[in-house]
RNA sequence: GGGUAGAUACCGAAGUGGCCAAACGGGGCGGACUGUAAAUCCGCUGGCUUACGCCUUCGAUGGUUCGAAUCCAUCUCUGCCCA
């Protein structure tokens, strides 16, 4: 086992703030396993990976010996945290979350030693809570310390709602740090109130106060706001490794670095950017899939839009038995048939007319052609979408 | 509970009886250019239509009118102020 000096060292990296490297030091210093909090509501079914920086550095901890606790907020999930978030969330339903909790702990376990992982759910202790309890709960905290946070504040000044319930969830997260006695929670920066709060009724609870390790927050294939499924700006880790691969490789280089930085925990190589890119996308299908799966990536990417090779790329089917023989109609079905898009006829006319359909490799143009389609060509639909013909 | 202001397309925001499928900005999409990126330029951005045009849309429901996003009534939701 390495020193506690070492182990900070090795935690720090990647990190955005800690509260306190005395305090983490001190508990290092132990020589017992720490009991190291990561909450995660499941919201969606699936993570991505603006959500594996916590678990990689969860991860982490584990391999320098401490106890990984996992809580599944099923509870919390059904009010939604208001961190960074300018409208409240829709509220789900319990059975939406555990079918979600499901997959999810399949996924995080791509990530952390399910040998050394302790997942819990919250609702098992708050669905037991009283009302009075829950009343003792708030009497710990202010209105005034709620209004600091930026995001109700935000809303405030906006003259949007902020519901009571939403005022809760800082409340819950900090009791679930009491519930497990956590040594050290990691959460991103947005979750710094949230935190303290866990603080503060650990302390009211006779407890040591927990550490508060903050990570900084992916930034979503947009560059500017924060990876979330609800803005699709999001990788998921479950996702097909040519998915993964061609959405890395949609970023921009400002974004490649922070990637490199918070997902591989090392500067962009001194090689050509492309390159570089390709690394970084190919290194995290490997991560999720298998080093085969990310050549294969690279090689499918490289074929398609590199070479612009669409002939010998796997590309999805699509039977033109049945369809009218016009463009319009062909691109509508392919769309529809391939891609589970729904494109109107409108919209797919403007696609020929601006020219982002080919034929073989031959704009089309002309909304009202009915070129001569056989089985085995290809026909392009926009950037990243193209069909074979049959 | 009382007063008051508001609800417009993906988002923000004009429009206050016909010239409104609805300005403008953002976002999104397509094209050119590139490294498939970024930046830039051009175009598109309710549905059906080759087109003329037709249909549905401005919180909801009714009403006035030849004609309503615009006027009236009721309802729903939200902000602010007062209690």
Same mark, same amino acid.
């Given at each position: 086992m390495k020193s506690p000096e070492e182990q900070l060292a090795i935690l720090k990296r990647g990190s955005a703030q800690i509260i306190s490297d005395d305090e983490l030091l001190a508990k290092l210093r132990l020589g017992r396993p720490l009991n190291v909090k990561l909450g995660v509501d499941p919201t969606a079914p699936d993570i991505h990976l603006g959500f594996t920086v916590g678990l990689s550095k969860l991860r982490q901890f584990q391999d320098l010996g401490h106890q990984a606790i996992l809580i599944i907020g099923d509870f919390t999930a059904m009010i939604g945290?208001?961190?960074?978030?300018s409208k409240a969330r829709r509220q789900l339903t319990h059975d939406e979350v555990m079918a979600n909790a499901t997959t999810f702990k399949q996924q995080a376990f791509k990530i952390l030693d399910p040998s050394r992982t302790k997942v819990v759910f919250n609702g098992e202790w708050f669905e037991l809570m009283t009302f009075d309890s829950v009343m003792k709960l708030n009497a710990h905290v202010t209105l005034q310390q709620m209004l600091q946070r930026e995001d109700f504040r935000k809303r405030l000044d906006a003259g949007e709602p902020v519901y009571l319930h939403e005022i809760q969830y800082p409340i819950m997260q900090g009791w679930d740090s009491v519930m497990i006695k956590a040594d050290v929670e990691l959460g991103g920066t947005d979750q710094l109130l949230n935190c303290h709060v866990g603080r503060s009724l650990q302390r009211e609870e006779g407890q040591h106060e927990q550490v508060i390790f903050l990570l900084p927050l992916l930034e979503g294939l947009d560059g500017v706001n924060k990876m979330s499924k609800s803005l699709d700006n999001y990788v998921g880790v479950a996702e097909a490794p040519e998915m993964m691969f061609g959405k890395l490789m949609s970023i921009g280089d400002t974004l490649m670095a922070r990637y490199y930085e918070l997902l591989l925990c090392e500067p962009v190589p001194e090689i050509h950017p492309m390159e570089a890119k390709k690394q970084l996308a190919a290194r995290l299908v490997a991560r999720y899939h298998s080093e085969e799966a990310a050549q294969a990536a690279r090689a499918e990417f490289e074929m398609r839009f590199? @070479?612009?090779?669409?002939?010998h790329a796997e590309l999805p089917s699509l039977a033109l038995a049945g369809l009218p023989p016009d463009i319009v109609s062909v691109v509508v079905a392919a769309y529809a048939q391939c891609f589970q898009i729904t494109k109107s006829r409108g919209d797919a006319r403007r696609l020929v007319e601006q020219g982002s359909i080919q034929l073989r490799s031959e @704009?089309?143009?002309?909304?009202?052609a009915t070129p001569a389609m056989c089985a085995g060509d290809v026909l392009k639909l926009d950037k990243t979408r193209a069909v074979r013909l049959a």
């Open positions: 945290d208001p961190s960074g978030r590199s @070479k612009k090779d669409l002939d @704009k089309v143009g002309d909304a009202k």
